[in-house]
C-alpha cells in the first residue's frame, strides 16, 4: 500500500521560508508523479505544483517564481521549497502520488503552514 508522509510545516512571518518534505513508502517512487496540494480554510484544495517521474516541473501562477519543487529517487522524497511566504500561502498543504499500474492517486495527511503579517 502506498503511503505518504508531509513534514515540515510550521508558523514563519512573512517574507520567510520554509521547506516541506513527503516521503513515499510502499511503492518505488521513481514511478510516481508527484504534486504538492494546498487547502486554506474556507477555500477549495488546490494545485499548487506537480514535478514529474522525468524531473519535469509546473507551478500555481500564484507561486511560480517563489516556490521550488524537487524530488530525490533516492530518498523517495519530494520537497517544496517556500520563500517569500505570504499570509495567502496559509493552509494545510498536502503531497500527492500517481503512480504507474495504480488506478488512484495517494494522498498525505496534509502538513499545516501558517504565514504572519
Known amino acids: 500500500q502506498v503511503q505518504l508522509a508531509e513534514s515540515g510545516g510550521g508558523s514563519v512571518q512573512a517574507g520567510g521560508s520554509l521547506k516541506l518534505s513527503c516521503v513515499v513508502s510502499?511503492?518505488?517512487?521513481?514511478?510516481?508523479?508527484m504534486a504538492w496540494f494546498r487547502q486554506a480554510p474556507g477555500k477549495e484544495r488546490e494545485w499548487v505544483g506537480s514535478?514529474?517521474?522525468?524531473?519535469?516541473?509546473g507551478y500555481a501562477d500564484s507561486v511560480k517564481g517563489r516556490f521550488t519543487i524537487a524530488r530525490d529517487n533516492t530518498k523517495a522524497t519530494m520537497y517544496l521549497q517556500m520563500d517569500n511566504l505570504k499570509t495567502e500561502d496559509t493552509a494545510v498543504y498536502y503531497c500527492?502520488?500517481?503512480?504507474?499500474?495504480?488506478?488512484?492517486?495517494?494522498w498525505g495527511q496534509g502538513t499545516q503552514v501558517t504565514v504572519s503579517s
Open positions: 500527492q502520488a500517481t503512480c504507474l499500474m495504480l488506478s488512484t492517486p495517494y
Open positions: 510502499g511503492y518505488a517512487f521513481n514511478n510516481c508523479a
Open positions: 514535478i514529474s517521474r522525468f524531473d519535469s516541473r
